[in-house]
């Protein structure tokens, strides 16, 4: 114990334990035995402007409570321990306002804690304003057989109960543990900091160990703050936002490890307006569950499970609120709620990524590595569903359950579907916008939209209508009125299939060629020799003035009897391309592709030295679009020179997107425009 050097008499009243160091420094000396009896009566005798009450080093031993019943009083530990020689169910009762409770080392290791065991109390019947409890530590362990089940609050490091409940306490930097962890049942809990009504608490910076609950808050308290605790080895609830009229508090930047849950709000008393941001919950048997609260922001949280199975493994459940940028690892299911769902990420979701219940937005959110990469029980339709990735998915899907057309029927695709969604409504709105989804490497890919009466639910309650596929589509039963928009589809073998002849799946598109060059052998390039070292790089004199298919000549070969020539660039779209071509192409070539730019074209092989030959690249009349186009028939329109031309359907190549003008003719300075359908969506 640190000596004491300066006389600190001049504060209000000085308190010593019967084993202090320095007792004659002191106004009241307890014996050992009933310490609550100095320590009352050095509050008792303070002025009525308050003052400071110092306890000295050394171990206090109450055997009942001390009551705060008086304004401005501060209460300071000076290597202070209190240690109760029994359960006397707390020890400071706050019945006042500014108080501050600090530097106190609180230890109930040696007792049997029984049902409503606490440290500081808050009144139970007024309220009580700005109280300061900071700096303490707290200590005290569970006794098989002593928890009595049902009790909410055993060792309870700070509560406030029943009627009363204040405005700006202050909570913070206190340390808090139960040892033992011989919990005999799940009601039997003790909570860090529990059932906190004052509002416009801040509980901040506290350590709370091995508790069954870290930190409650009570029905009443708004505008809180739970801010930069740590909360480590829970058994149950890291931080409990507890009853309906629990509002517009604030958790943030916390670091919660084990337990059942990260946040919980029981759904039997949801709440509102809650802000839940910049949390870390770690090995969390669900992260957020908040089933029936509304009007939350959940933001920029991690959520990481500790690798339970079933469906109470949840990242995040809640409705009705804003879910933005949180991580979510290794849940049952990383997301489940509506409203807007925005940036988020789950990763190895062992069932489902994300359940969407009608949300309002789902945007920009990502899914890597799960079974189910979206899974949506739809009435309302979203209103924006757009910019999402989702990788490495087993099963992508979309469910429909409770059809308005009959009740409790639930409509389920069973076979192993990609990206599935299912518009419920009897009639479908003029458009509904699917935009800017890119879905990539899952075994089985399919985009289902489709209307209730497509599906022909004209059947009673309880029947079950399945829509089964076996293929990989990239579409699948698209309905009538649907827009779909900047989708992307990798490596599908059907893209669309069983679409409604309403659906919106082109649009109208024109490509415009200003003064074209006239068709050239040698354009690109002019006598390459083919006599130096492999690999060759090409010189390449111009570019293509437009998008439009390379030729490729030899001039002279009669020292080369096999090539290997590789083009390289991109095509009217943007898109990299590559072809390759041997002498099994012959002397003569013609690049499948449209080039609207040339990055290389290399000789990577040769038989023969070379020596003489040479090689011309050139320009043809087959000329790239920068849409994709599925039918010859999308090609419905050409104006040459501003004159009509016809359409050669022979002469549209929808494997390339091109169109050759060798039958309308073209020659330099012409001019064309091309109108065609195109798809909106993208599909390779």
Known sequence: MPEIKQDIRGVTFVVAANDSLHKNMADFVCDGVGDQVEIQAAIDALP??????????GTFVPSALVTIDQSNVKIIGKGAIISPSADISGFFTIEADNIEISGITFSYLDVALTAGSYVILGDT????????????????RTISGNPVPNALNDATMVK????????????????????GNEFVSASALTTGVGDLKPSRTIISNNIIVNYWSGLVLEGGNTYSVIDGNTITGTQSVNIHLWHEDTQHNIVSNNVCQGGDYGVYADGAFPSFNNKVIGNTFVNVGSGLKADGSKQWTVQGNTFISDGRVGAGNEGIRI?????????????????????????NTVYCSTDTGFVMNGAQVFANNRVYNTNYAIWQNLVTIPEIIQGNTINDADVLATTIVGNPLAGATEIEVTSALGFRY????????????????????????????TLAVALGNNHTAGDAVAIRDTSSIGFFQIGAGVKLVNNIVESIPSPVWACAETTIMYNSYCDIFMDVLAVSANHVRNNEDLSAGIPITFTRDAQPDVPRTLSGHFDAHAN?????????GRDAQGKSIEEVFTEADGWDWETNNAYSVISAITMTARTGTGVGDTMDIGITDVLGLTNVIYETGDVYKIHKNNAHAGIHGARVDVDYNTYDMAVIGLAA???????????????Y
């Not at 405005?167 to 930097?173: E, F």
Request: charged residues 15%; negative net charge; aromatic residues 14%.
């Open 319 to 343: 409705t009705d609120s804003d879910i933005i940028s949180n991580s979510v690892y290794g849940f049952y299911r990383g997301i489940v709620g509506n409203g807007r769902i925005i940036g």
């Open 422 to 449: 299912a518009e419920f409504i009897t009639t479908s709105p003029a458009t509904f916008p699917v935009e800017d989804n890119r879905i990539v490497y899952v075994d089985y890919l399919a985009n289902i939209i």
């Open 160 to 179: 406030t109960i029943e009627t009363g409940s204040g405005v700006g306490w202050r909570i913070h930097d206190n340390y808090a543990e139960i040892g």
């Open 669 to 683: 300075t012409d001019d064309f425009t091309i109108w065609y359908r195109s798809a909106l969506n993208r599909i």
């Open 48 to 57: 009525a402007t308050g003052g400071l009450i110092v306890l000295l080093d």
């Open 125 to 140: 019947v007024a309220y009580t304003y700005n109280v300061d409890i900071h700096d303490n530590s707290f200590y005290a």
């Open 560 to 568: 080369i009897t096999a090539y290997i020539i590789t083009v390289e």
